[in-house]
């Protein structure tokens, strides 16, 4: 029995040396030492602290049991075999960060997808309210145009009355001035059958027609020279003359003596006179109303010719019987 | 006393038994329990990795963890239970990095492709609506 104790302490004694010579390792290991960097360079990285905390926890666990190992003086192959165990949890917890940072991008960008969907349909949505907008507002403005336009035809059509009723009015304006241009026609056709009714009457005998009026001139062939007293040849002038008055009791004259440039020209206005007056004294006689005549001396003034020659001179010896034109003859010359 | 004489007695007796038991506890330290457990675990954990993706994302991790499973299988049969053990706790651990090696490729391609599909709307929609 003794024996026996004995033996089984010497037993456990060489099992323990035996197990003292199984642990005789260096204190470093080179996996471990890569496989601590490895963890400890992940440890260091937020982005694996912080989306793989759990996977990061069983790499520390397994670096601690490598170290164990190591410090416990385990064969070198179990502590390889640990280091390489830790080596692959930190690259799992490496991995797995990286897994979770790529879902995270995923999911913000989907996030963005859908924002970027829910403007571009805000902006679809605003875009169509305000085109619905617009459109009321153009109907609205439409019908305040429309209304405008009625008011506008509204307005026509009463100018429209009004341009009729001016028409109607200037058709009568028109008809009017027509009977007045009918009447202004048969006023001239009076007048001019009045002055070719002169004029047929003073046939033969020295007449134009002035401003002033028809002018008969009764050249010095009437009259001596120097003296008023009329010819016997001038008889048949002065019926002719007569006769006008008597078919027109109306008309009125006025009888105008002139000389020539030979004498005195106080004389010559004084013999212009006479002569006029014989030749209105002869009118009267023969029936015309005094008061329809009168006279004007004009003497050697307003010559029709050159006093320088004989025969100009015989010209401006004259008296001019003006008929004062009756009033459509002078109104409508 | 009469033990300690004996012990001395039998002395070439105990040497024989000590050289006998050291020879046991070197045994004992390279021997080992069988690994069953881990080499099922193992098994799983390669089993579950063995998808299309990762074949396609992580082919070289998976690779390593099939063969070392293999290979902690193969130490089984020869009864070596120690290699079988780390040749499986090994192959677990590189069935889970092939795994986690796949995702993040997989969630760096779909990000990138987010990215691109964000960016391809904002231009879209830049072109749609200038203003």
New interface residues.
């Given amino acids: 029995m003794?024996?026996r104790l004995?033996?089984l302490a010497?037993?456990s004694a060489?099992?323990a040396a035996?197990?003292g010579a199984?642990s005789s390792m260096p204190d470093h290991n080179a996996a471990l030492d890569q496989a601590r960097s490895r963890y400890e360079l992940a440890q260091a990285n937020p982005q694996v602290q912080s989306l793989a905390a759990d996977e990061l926890k069983r790499a520390d666990l397994a670096l601690r049991v490598a170290q164990q190992a190591l410090s416990d003086g385990q064969p070198l192959?179990?502590v390889d075999?640990l280091a390489?165990?830790t080596d692959?949890?930190v690259?799992?917890a490496q991995?797995?960060a990286?897994?979770?940072?790529?879902?995270a991008?995923?999911k913000g960008?989907?996030a963005?997808?859908d924002q970027?969907?829910l403007?571009?349909r805000t902006?679809e949505v605003d875009n169509a309210q305000r085109k619905l907008g617009d459109a009321q507002q153009s109907n609205a403005l439409k019908s305040a145009e429309l209304q405008v336009a009625e008011r506008t035809n509204a307005q026509k059509s009463a100018d429209l009355q009004v341009a009729e009723q001016a028409n109607a009015r200037k058709s009568a304006e028109l008809a009017e001035a027509d009977a007045a241009a009918q009447r202004a026609q048969a006023q001239v056709a009076r007048r001019d059958a009045r002055v070719s009714d002169l004029e047929m009457q003073l046939q033969d005998m020295n007449l134009r027609k002035t401003e002033r009026g028809i002018v008969v001139t009764l050249g010095d062939v009437l009259f001596d020279s120097g003296r008023a007293q009329l010819l016997p040849d001038a008889g048949r002038n002065m019926d002719k003359l007569a006769a006008v008055f008597r078919r027109d009791p109306a008309r009125r004259a006025t009888i105008e003596g002139y000389t020539d440039s030979v004498g005195d020209a106080g004389a010559n206005v004084e013999l212009s006179g006479r002569r006029a007056s014989a030749v209105m004294g002869a009118l009267v006689s023969l029936g015309v109303a005094p008061d329809h005549l009168s006279t004007r001396a004009h003497g050697e003034a307003m010559p029709t010719a050159s006093n320088a020659t004989a025969a100009g001179r015989q010209l401006n010896r004259r008296v001019e019987i003006v008929f004062v034109p009756q009033g459509d003859e002078l109104s409508m010359k | 006393m009469n033990t300690l004489h004996s012990t001395r007695t039998t002395s070439t007796t105990l040497r024989l038994a000590l050289a006998c038991i050291a020879a046991a506890g070197l045994a004992a330290c390279a021997s080992a329990p069988v690994p069953n457990e881990q080499l099922a675990v193992a098994e799983a954990a390669v089993q579950r990795a063995n998808s299309t993706a990762t074949h396609e994302l992580a082919a070289v991790q998976l690779q390593r963890a099939s063969g070392k499973l293999a290979s902690a299988r193969e130490a089984m049969g020869s009864k070596d239970y120690e290699r079988a053990r780390r040749l499986a706790e090994q192959a677990e651990a590189d069935a889970l990095v092939a795994e986690s090696h796949a995702m993040s490729a997989r969630s760096r391609l779909a990000a990138q492709e987010s990215q691109d599909a964000a960016r391809v709307l904002r231009e879209e929609l830049a072109r749609k609506a200038p203003l």
């Fill in positions: 003794k024996l004995t033996l010497t037993l060489t099992a035996v197990l199984c192959a179990n075999h390489y165990l692959q949890r690259t799992i991995d797995t990286s897994s979770r940072a790529s879902e991008v995923v960008a989907a963005e997808r970027l969907r403007a571009q902006r």
